[in-house]
């Protein structure tokens, strides 16, 4: 068997029903090529990853990766790039949608010695777009336009998720890329320093046969995270930021409970609305929290509960500083808005730190 001149990196998530089609529809587009599909499974509960190794103990052009306890596209598809040996790295979703048909035309561009990358683009004449409802069409169209806030090269379709690479220059830039999120190509472009020869061409993009599409609020949120990363310099985690934009929301939910509070339960005075109203908007952040920053490391059941008691503990040193610094500011002018955001501003610089500790620790 020849050593691979492709590799073909295909991040999954319940996604067993279409391993063996997407399998078979590769051989068939690429007969004449040295080829090796890796799928990187997130430890998908539907039996992926036995499906997987059904399909490779027969072919032994298939590999597979199983993450335990790491979830998230970019970082699926990052360590399925670097476990490659192949001279040129693709990347592809495991739904379908992507014509694979396309990627002879990408190995032929990529094979030019002056080409890096090759994009398969919606945004160029030729490309037909049949999988997207007007919703995702938005959100995606709105987030190519972000993008172009952070990315150096002219690309038409930053957000494309398939697209083929020079393995080399993917290990230049891995170190500096966020594992975290789902635009892993925007990652590249927005990090790889000097300029990238870059080719784009048109592709068809299928309905989705099976399965749900994993585009959603919570991938709209890692991007927003994503952008700002990448505005300040790469200076800022991509979780912090979310953990911030969680705390933002959080100040809305702390403000408005405060208000309703003294509006509707006067007898418990300002000190007794502002505890109220910040163990409501700890709950708030907590389930925020769970759900969109930490969703790699989600609680579950009855860990749930006990991260939830443990966020609780562990943010009590900043819920005595928000209520005495909360407190200060309203015996002073009794501006009930500046004193409560003045009070939760200050609780929040506890809570990222210990979170991260004691609450989502990595297991």
């Not at 592809?92 to 030019?112: N, P, S, T, Y």
């Not at 993008?147 to 038409?156: G, P, Q, Y």
């Amino acid at each position: 068997m020849r050593a691979p001149e492709l590799s073909i990196v295909v991040p999954v998530f319940n996604e067993r029903v279409n391993i063996a089609p997407l399998v078979g529809l590769v051989a068939d587009a690429l007969p004449d090529v040295a080829w090796e599909l890796i799928f990187v499974d997130d430890n998908s509960p539907d039996g992926t990853s036995e499906e997987i190794k059904m399909i490779a103990a027969k072919d032994s052009r298939v590999r597979g990766i199983r993450r335990v306890g790491r979830r998230g596209l970019s970082g699926a598809s990052i360590e399925g790039m670097l476990s490659s040996s192949a001279p040129y790295v693709a990347v592809m979703d495991g739904d379908l949608q992507h014509d694979e048909r396309v990627l002879v035309r990408m190995l032929a561009l990529i094979r030019a010695p002056n080409v890096d990358l090759v994009i398969a683009t919606r945004e160029r004449e030729g490309s037909h777009i049949t999988g997207l409802s007007d919703k995702r069409s938005f959100v995606s169209d709105f987030g190519r336009f972000l993008s172009r806030l952070v990315i150096k090269n002219d690309v038409k379709d930053p957000m494309s998720g398939f697209f083929m690479i020079r393995r080399e220059v993917v290990e230049r830039a891995a170190p500096k890329l966020a594992t975290e999120g789902f635009k892993i190509l925007a990652d590249i472009l927005a990090t790889t320093e000097g300029p990238l020869q870059i080719r784009e061409t048109p592709y068809v993009f299928r309905e989705r046969q099976h399965g749900e599409s994993k585009l959603d609020a919570r991938v709209a949120f890692d991007y927003l995270g994503f952008l700002l990363h990448h505005l300040t310099g790469r200076l800022v985690p991509v979780r912090f930021f979310l953990f911030g934009l969680v705390g933002a929301l959080g100040v809305v939910v702390h403000l408005a409970a405060l208000r309703l509070a003294l509006s509707s339960l006067p007898s418990l005075g300002f000190d007794g609305a502002q505890i109220t109203a910040t163990l409501i908007a700890m709950a708030s952040n907590f389930i925020l929290n769970n759900q969109l920053t930490y969703r790699d490391r989600r609680l579950h059941g009855l860990q749930f509960l006990v991260g939830f008691i443990l966020f609780a503990l562990s943010c009590s040193i900043g819920l005595v500083a928000n209520v005495g610094i909360a407190r200060v500011i309203y015996s002073d002018g009794q501006i009930w808005w500046l004193a409560g955001l003045a009070g939760a501003i200050t609780g929040s610089v506890f809570n990222y730190v210990t979170s991260g500790l004691f609450v989502w620790r990595k297991r």
